[in-house]
């Protein structure tokens, strides 16, 4: 995954309610405006992050999200790390299909997530959990 | 006194302060030894009687405490009770939907849509339907800053639902970046009738109004005595 020391951390969230959902989106959306994005990428990037707290909260119970600001590819970014140590996916391939959900969603969360981004990373491990990382160029 | 004399009273003593104890360890706060002699003996049996004091003390302290605590408590409880109450008013509240014109509902949302409270503006809106009969409700969006996949999903099963009452569903306002967004997540909502701003949900919800006045009419005109029967 896509990582570096130099990274500004501009702030965190622990995930347990539905309601830190809510706060978490209005922190990234802050950052987003603050880092002088346009109306619609912070939309962008705000509903991506809504769909990643959103999968946390429902399949692993809750999680993390951390948001920094620095360099990918010698480019001005935020970067987004949502982490979860729930029961992991098994299929991340099925996972990331359009219409694919264990649940009773529309199964387009993920696959919309990484349309709505410039950069979209997924780890998993069954019993470990999920990290997912996205990227918006500033 | 003779020596065997003084042994029987002074295991007399010790059986007493035995029996003390006891009554004491089985809850008796009130009970002590009282000696009435003055000697070696004595000295532990007032400081038996001080101790049973002190722990008294110490008791109904704990149970004073004890006390305070649980009303304290009973009071959180009962704030909790309001402020719940208080959070459904609110829930119910910020989903108000109104009657504005013949036939036409209007279901304003505003903030976020959470599970619970697209539930309750699901309940309200449907019933509302059933009770005015209105065939045409239209939900305005404007104030809903993130339509993710989930909300999305609630608005399409409020919709398919009111159709199912007879009722045809208008969205309006939603804002061009949000248009953007859904368009990229993927979701598909062409079944649901869609206009930018509430007011040309309004004018487009009037005009149909008037076409299904105007068919009423129409079969009126065409079969004059259909009123009488
Ligand atoms: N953090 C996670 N931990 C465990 N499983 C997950 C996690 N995120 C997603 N999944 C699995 O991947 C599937 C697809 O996720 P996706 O977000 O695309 O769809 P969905 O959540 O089912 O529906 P939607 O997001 O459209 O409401 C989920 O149904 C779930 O089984
Ligand atoms: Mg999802």
Redo the contacts between chains.
Sequence with gaps: MTSDKNWEELGRKNLES??D??MA?QLV?HYAKQLRMG??D???V??AV??LL?NMYNYAGGGEIKIFSGLVDEKDALIITCSDSGPGIEDLELAMS?GYTSGM??G??L???K??VDRFEIQSKVNVGTTVRIIKWR | MSEKHNITNIKKRIDRIEDILAAVAAGDLDARINSETEDDLSGIEAAIDLLIDDLTDELKQREKMQKEVEDKLSKIQEQQKTIVQQQEDLLELSSPVSKVWDNVLILPVIGTLDSQRTQIMMENLLEKIVETGCTISILDITGVPTVDTQVANHLLKTVTSARLLGAECIISGISPAIAQTIVHLGIDLSSIKTKATLQDAMIFAMRQNKRTDDIKLQSLYINPNEKEE
């Design positions: 539905e309601n959902i809510v989106r959306r109306i619609v912070q939309t962008r705000t509903t809504s769909e959103r359009d969603g529309m387009y969360g696959p919309g997530a349309r709505l």
